[in-house]
Structure formats: C-alpha cells, structure tokens
C-alpha cells in the first residue's frame, strides 16, 4: 500500500496510474480528513454508468410496480411461459 500526497500524485500520476495497474493499492491523502483509493474501472464499472441501461432498469421497476409482469410457469422452459 502507498499513501501519497494529492500534490505528489498531480506531479506523478502517470507512476501511481501504473502502480494501480500492478495491483497496487494507492491512497490519496487529502488534506487531513480526506482520502480517496485509485482503483482501476472494469467493464462492471462501466455498465453502472451507462446511461441507456440505467434507463431500461428504470422502466422495467415502473412495469414492475404497476404489475407488469409474467409469470413463468416452467423456470427450465422459460419460452413457454412468455410467447
């Protein structure tokens, strides 16, 4: 684990950036009540932010609360139940 300086880590980004990519853990101190981790985004990460399926999950739970729903009768055939 590095702890490091907000200012050491503006000055040198590119060397923390690489550590993290090492699998090693990188603190951010700021100030003294603050800190941060830099942990590299995956394609998970990704997908929390991407706003088209934000709003699909978004339209699914209103369907879900006004009881648009379907019922699988057979969980092993699920094309049975829904066509």
Known sequence: MVIIS????????????????QNEQVIVQRGKDKAYV??????VDRLSVNEEL???VQ???????YGKTTQLKDPGNIWESIL
């Open 6 to 21: 907000s200012r050491e880590f503006r000055d040198n980004q590119k060397k923390y950036f690489d550590l993290v990519d």
């Open 38 to 43: 830099l942990v590299p985004v995956n394609d």
């Open 59 to 65: 339209e699914a739970e209103a369907e879900l609360s």
């Open 54 to 56: 934000i709003q699909t």
